[in-house]
């Protein structure tokens, strides 16, 4: 028995543990079935024989105390059993629950060893469970006894040892597969981890130039802007308070000029030389097909076999739309009365004159008629089969083209001559260093010594001389300009300066910054060579950012209500930016205003004029009333207390440069709970602490300075971030901590801080077509919102 002792010394049977844990781990080695009728000192002597030679036996009625329930403790121990030895007695057969053993074992393929007890029941017998036991390997006793002999004994040791080994070696392929499978789950994790961070890593890439889909991305996965502080981190003020992109379009080539048309609907044209027109309510798309290269000259130029548009306008009567490419193809487009577009592959190609220039001039006049260069002549086309040719004298390359009132014709030489013409012939000569045309129909020139002339018939009006340096960006409707260092200048009352260096980075080398402005001349826009567009209103010289594009903006054009603005970008897409509107938004004007509160009854804003004070002496349960100035509230209103919160207290003090949170007002010796990082510049009343209602939460406002922000759930004594506005003073947030509540001069701005607010404040506005690849790299975490707004574009591009 010496391989009886290995076993045994690998079967605890005195330590109750350990034999808890092994019986877990492998279960029964042997079933012992038997008819309790006829079978059972045979049954019992045979089990004690097996566990003297180390084998684990599973016996009814010493395995199971009194009141076990049976069927379920059979079927247990059967499912945990190696081998099922059947005691083969009359009894035995006429067994239901023997017959139900020993189904359910041969089911699950296992071993089934009957022993007769009397050899001539296998021939002899009756019962269902016979046929069963006859198709299996079978011992015998030489005669009927109730007690086993040592010959069946060995058979049985010898089969079980077999067993024991394959189901040893079935256990040991177990254990490496579920190690195995866990290194697997594990990978797959730490995959999963590597992919969320390199996810958040690009989320807080986009805050920088895109934080409008930043802050939706982490509003739509539901996550608090507060979770991860690195990204807010890097939000600067200009970033927070910046208007969002409300609509973003992919073309996937570079656009070079945009429109707008009627009833809201706008077109763009695409270095991919096709054109698309938009609908901003229904998302609808018509797209002008591009033009095929079909010259060997063309095919070797343009690899992808399409011509690279350059420029796309729309008519002053909004009937047609005119774009013109790379190889001064010029097409026109109709537009029906309700603005769609008709396109039709076979629309006519007029040609320009040849050149290597990707842009080429051409010019609508207020009536209609187009101007394009052809050869050594100029044609105007005032309707597509009507076309009058006039020779042009030779004086160098066509430069500029420009219409005026009258439809008389305007053309600068690149060697800076001007020459005037009517609807036949040349009328006159002149010189010019620059060339443009009014909205309203008027051409301008500018001549040497800097003097601005509207030339044609209007001449009484008087030449403007520019101030600043050369060269001149002269607004569309001729109501401003930007000289060569960047600054604004008003040409409604000439040599006013509007805005100093508003095109901070404009180093003129042939590629000049773009610049727009609105109809009304009130609004201006200005793109940065890094796509950031700065939009001032010339008014009140308020200035705001718009964030979003990642390469040069060619192009731009104010909406007709100048409500919106319309960009394209060397980055291959097209915006709409929201251009009175941002995160943060003002909610009316307060004379007499000295702090803000927020409201106990709705999580309003409180603007009063009873300035912040914090009370000492106020009890949690004492309500605290202030005046409201709002016109639809009369009274006073409650309000928080938001100097406290629970049995938690905030305190800055400028003067002592201490911003502490404390367990009693003013934070005397022994109450101080933490100690917050910061650097305060103002002192004593100039400095004010408020929470949300949960004392999460706290802005630190350093009155002159800025606004601080503290998430008093982390460990960092750092604030999230700083929002620095030397006019706001007095903030606080609503309760829930979403919305940050400023009194900035008498103007109450609300700013979305948090995932649910910063949804709210989008989820209206944002109809972003992402292409594919943006999908795949943006959006992988979070495919709801890929397929949410695939939805609202009604594309799968």
Known sequence: MQASSYW????????????????????????????????????????????????????????????????????L????????????????????????EVDGFAARGRHVVPVFLDPSLRTNGTGSVLSLLRQRIWLAEDQVTSTPSAAVITRLIQTFRFVKRARLRSLAIGIVAFCFATLIAAAFLQSQLATTERQLKGVQALTQRQPTEALMLLAEAKRRWFSDPSILQQLEAFEISSSPTVWRYVVGDAVSGVAWLSNDRFAVASANGMGYVW???????????????????????????????????????????????????????????????????????????SGEDSRHPFAISPTGKIAIVRQNSISILSAPSSIVQIPMPSRGEIKDLAFDKFDHIHVRYSNNILVSVDKTRVMKEGTSLSLGQCSDGRAWSIAEGDELVFVGRELTQPAIRLSGNAPYLISPNCAGYIDGR????????????????????WQYDGNMVRVSFSD?????AVAQHDGTIQVLEVNTGAQRSLLGHTQRVFDMAFSPDEQLLLTGSL????????????????????????????SVSNDKPIVSDQAYEAIEDLEPSQPLFVNALDKTTTGKVEVRADWRAGKQFFLADGDTQYTAVCSAFGCPAGSEVRRLRLDLTASGNNVQARATEDGRFLAVLDIGNAIHVFDLSRPSDAPLYTLRDDQIRSATFDSSGQRLFMLRGDRLVILSVGAVALKEALQDKIRFCLSAEERMTYLNEWKFLASWIANRCRSER
Not at 90 to 99: I, T
């Open 8 to 75: 045994r010394r690998f079967t605890p049977s005195n330590w109750h543990l350990s034999r808890v844990l092994w019986d877990a781990l492998v279960g029964y080695d042997v079933f012992v079935s038997y008819a309790w009728v006829d079978g059972r000192p045979y049954a019992h002597a045979l089990a004690t024989a097996l566990r003297n030679a180390g084998y684990r036996c599973f016996l009814d009625d010493s395995e199971m105390p009194g009141g076990t329930e049976l069927g379920s403790a059979l079927s």
């Open 77 to 100: 121990a059967l499912r945990r059993s190696a081998a099922l030895v059947v005691v083969t007695t009359p009894g035995a057969l006429a067994s239901s629950a023997v017959r139900s």
């Open 279 to 353: 609908d901003t309510f229904s998302s609808e798309q018509t797209i002008l097909p591009a033009r095929t290269a079909d010259t060997p000259e063309e095919h070797d130029s343009f690899a992808a076999g399409t011509i690279p548009l350059s420029d796309i306008r729309v008519s002053p009567e909004g009937n047609f739309l005119a774009t013109i490419d790379w190889r001064h193809c010029l097409r026109i487009f109709p537009i029906n009365a309700i603005a769609s577009v008709t396109a039709n592959s076979a629309v006519r190609c007029i040609n320009s004159s």
């Open 486 to 505: 960047g600054d604004l200048f008003s040409l409604l009352k000439p040599s006013q300066k509007l805005k100093e260096k508003f095109a901070t980075d």
């Open 520 to 524: 009304s001349g009130n609004l201006a």
């Open 571 to 598: 980055d291959g897409t097209a915006r709409i930016f929201e251009v009175n509107s941002g995160f943060a938004h003002e909610e009316g004007e307060y004379p007499g205003a000295e702090a803000v509160y927020s």
